[in-house]
């Protein structure tokens, strides 16, 4: 074994290697990551980033959140050097808050370690590099902070760093579901009376003055990343009191296997974090609600909203995954759903974990409390951004009764752990510096910094 300091170069004499980035607190404060560089130190491609979203790449892969292997006579002619990194961004953290860092690069008979020192505000570091010289291949002991962060870190190797799609414009008309899968009914639709029928959910309604015609068709919609218009609506002031809102994510897993029709015949595995942020319109406060212990909301207190628990991952049953809220709509909020691909779900996209969807359902309870077959429902197919972390993949509302789904799925900043949130005006917000910022679960115990606050103030 080897001892090595910063600065040092070391002839390397084998041609496959582990390389390790471990700490002593917290466990697993770090991610490991790699970037291949050409003489020029910048990427061929953004595919020569390689982290749990793009696992693998020529000679380097992923294995494990703190470990990569790298077979050296695999690695592209072109490319000059390996370059090892490590991240606290999805921990929330910064390297001073993280002791006992050190790198441990093994091959079958050698082993070479390496403690990086001074670390403070970095959230980057830049560890070791395994680089061309001559015929050969050295080692190089960078062991450099990097405090500007990982957007900052890939653009510095020449990688592009997406700007998420623009949303769609603001839709004016009544949403009718124009989508790429539309079912809706011929029933009629009729005047609201003056006052609201005894039949709306409390909150709903504006005593005093007509509202909109009551829609009674019936409403099946699917919106996809195709769909013309990414909104659709369901009225909930033709629902019998004892109606039920449901607003939940779905997943057949990684791995899942489907037929030619497209049906699924084997559900996979991996999980999914689903959160819900809700803006009170009246105050600017949030909070958020998810299936963790404490988090899980209330149908009786503000937000009305109740989680049902965590995922225990798709097959059970042989049924999908499922997270979802019963929801007791008002006016005094709206909420965003948000999922995040956090580094416990392991490498890949969130578009991986076999057709991801979001159903908002409304209608009379079946046997087990939940909307029954006849429910109107919305369905929103997602995928995510590369290099985001979060999809926001439904903003949800409700005015004069009727609840509207916008189904543009958008994405956090690249490499940002910050959670998309609602403005006091009730815009979408990438990022806010004093939101809550997802991170480990195995690490921390629950998967964001905080759950309230006040919303960002509009721009």
Sequence with gaps: MLEVSKGAKTDLAE????????????????????????????????????????PTA??????????????????????????????????????????????????????????????????????????????????????????????????????VVDEPEQPAPAFAAPATGAASANTVSSAPTVRAPVAPPASVAPGLGSPGTPGPAIDLRKVDVVLTKDSPDKRARIDLRKGDPGYVLTVGLEWDGRGAKYDKA????????????????????????????????????????????????????????????????????????????????????????????GRPRVRVRYGRPGPDGLPGPDADQITVLIGNGKNSFWATVAHIDVQDGILTVDGTTRYSRAFSEKMPVLDTRGEWQRSFKGGPTGRSKKASGLGLSHYEGRCPEAR
């Design 15 to 54: 041609r496959r290697y582990s390389v390790r980035i471990d700490v002593d607190h917290p466990v697993g404060a770090v991610d490991v990551l790699a970037v291949l560089v050409t003489a020029d130190g910048r990427v061929r491609s953004d595919a020569d980033l390689v982290f749990f979203n793009n």
């Design 58 to 159: 020529p000679g380097v892969a992923v294995v494990a959140d703190s470990a990569v292997t790298v077979d050296l006579s695999s690695v592209p002619a072109d490319v000059a050097r390996v370059v090892i990194a490590g991240s606290t961004e999805a921990q929330g953290l910064r390297f001073g808050e993280v002791s006992g860092v050190r790198i441990t690069v093994s091959g079958s008979e050698e082993e070479i370690r390496f403690a990086p020192t001074g670390l403070g505000a970095e959230t980057v570091l830049q560890g070791v590099a395994l680089y061309r010289r001559g015929d050969g291949w050295r080692l190089d002991a960078i062991g450099q902070g990097y405090s500007a962060g990982l957007a900052a870190f890939a653009t510095d190797h020449g990688i």
């Design 262 to 353: 497209g049906n699924v015949t084997t559900y996979g595995t991996g999980d999914l974090d689903v959160y819900f942020f809700c803006r009170n319109e009246v105050t600017g406060e949030f909070v958020v609600i998810s299936g963790e212990k404490g988090h899980q909301g209330t149908i009786d207190a503000w937000p009305f909203m109740h989680h049902q628990g965590d995922s225990r991952g798709p097959g059970a049953g042989n049924a999908p995954a499922s997270e979802q809220v019963i929801v007791r709509p008002t006016e005094n909020g709206d909420l965003l759903l948000n999922v995040y691909q956090s580094v416990d779900n392991g490498a890949g996209a969130i578009d991986t974990f």
